[in-house]
C-alpha cells in the first residue's frame, strides 16, 4: 500500500477512457476509503478493499442506511396528502429532468433536490431539516451508487413512482414507494461495504 496511482491522463490513456470518467473512478474510490489524494503529490493507495466505516462527510454510510426510512419514507405519505400544487409540479418536473439528464453530476443534483423537495411538500419541518443537513452526504452516497452500480436509470424509475403516488394523495402508496427506493439503495450499499447492516 502507499503506491501513488499515475496522473488522471496516464489512466484516461492507458485505459482508452476519457479524463472525467478517471476523475469519477478516483472520487469514488477516495469515498470509499481506498485512496488519499495529497495536494501537490496526488493520490496514494491505502488498501485493496472499501472501508466498513465508509462516509460521506459527517455521515456514516450506515447512519443514512439506518435513519432515512424513518425520516424519507413518512415524509413522502405527507407529502401525498399536504403538498401543495407548485411543490407537486416541481416534484414531477424533477423527475423529467432526472430521466432526460445524461450529465452524471447534474443528475445528483436533481436527485438531491428531489428528495428535498419530498421533504418540504411534507409539511413537516423536522424533517425538511434534516433531509437539507444531509444533503451533501445524500448527493455523494447517490454519485458513488451511480459510478460503482450504475443506479441512475433504476432510481429515475423508483422516482418516478414515487411522484406518482404523490400526485395521486396516496399516502400508503408513496410511503411504498419510498421504502422500495431506499431499500434498493441499501441493498446497493451493503454489497459495496460487504457489511450487514441490518440489527442482530
Not at 491522463?9 to 473512478?25: F, K
Not at 451511480?146 to 406518482?164: D, G, P, W, Y
Amino acid at each position: 500500500m502507499g503506491t501513488r496511482l499515475p496522473a488522471e491522463t496516464d489512466l484516461a490513456g492507458r485505459y482508452g477512457v476519457s479524463r472525467p470518467i478517471v476523475r469519477e473512478a478516483l472520487r469514488s474510490l477516495q469515498t470509499l476509503g481506498m485512496t488519499q489524494t495529497r495536494t501537490g503529490s496526488g493520490t496514494f493507495v491505502l488498501t485493496d478493499r472499501p472501508s466498513r466505516e465508509l462516509s460521506y462527510g459527517g455521515y456514516s454510510a450506515r447512519d443514512l442506511i439506518e435513519a432515512r426510512p424513518f425520516i424519507e419514507v413518512p415524509a413522502a405519505g405527507w407529502a401525498a396528502v399536504r403538498r401543495s400544487s407548485a411543490q407537486l409540479e416541481k416534484i414531477l418536473g424533477l423527475c423529467d429532468a432526472m430521466d432526460e439528464q445524461e450529465d452524471p453530476h447534474k443528475w445528483v443534483k436533481l436527485d438531491s433536490e428531489f428528495h428535498s423537495t419530498i421533504a418540504e411538500a411534507s409539511g413537516n419541518a423536522l424533517f425538511a431539516k434534516v433531509v437539507l443537513d444531509a444533503r451533501g452526504s445524500l448527493s455523494q452516497q447517490s454519485e458513488l451508487l451511480n459510478i460503482m452500480a450504475h443506479r441512475r436509470i433504476a432510481s429515475n424509475v423508483e422516482h418516478r413512482l414515487i411522484a406518482e403516488a404523490i400526485a395521486a394523495g396516496s399516502s400508503e402508496t408513496a410511503r411504498s414507494a419510498m421504502e422500495a427506493h431506499l431499500g434498493q439503495v441499501k441493498q446497493v450499499v451493503t454489497a459495496i461495504i460487504g457489511e450487514e447492516t441490518e440489527l442482530g
